[in-house]
């Protein structure tokens, strides 16, 4: 059994399963394959929780003209971890910064 790590979602290791499983995919893809409702907009706030725990890789991958898909894959922390050899809760994933779309203007604060 996987030891509990309390910052991981039952949905974090599925997508390491699945991920595991196909190799590189997208949001929608690994969302697709998973049993249940997931969207790929979930998947992809998961995903990049499971980036800075340095469990999945993204890559971006030019479709077309000013056109990128992103591609998640598992890394070998992550095939460690589903193989019981790891234990990512000696690892808290550092949130990233807020981005600047989300913050509010200094006049807003109230200073």
Known sequence: ??????????????ILE?????GASTSWEVGFELTGTVSPGR????CKVLVDAELVEREEREIGVSRVETYWSITTWGQLYLSEEVDPGLDI???????????????????
Do not use: N, Y
């Open 1 to 14: 059994m996987r030891s509990f790590v309390p910052w991981m979602t039952q949905l974090d290791e599925r």
């Open 18 to 22: 699945q991920l595991a499983s196909d």
């Open 43 to 46: 998947v992809t706030e998961r």
């Open 93 to 111: 994933p550092e949130p990233g910064p807020r981005p600047p779309h989300a913050t509010r203007p200094s006049e807003w604060a109230g200073f």
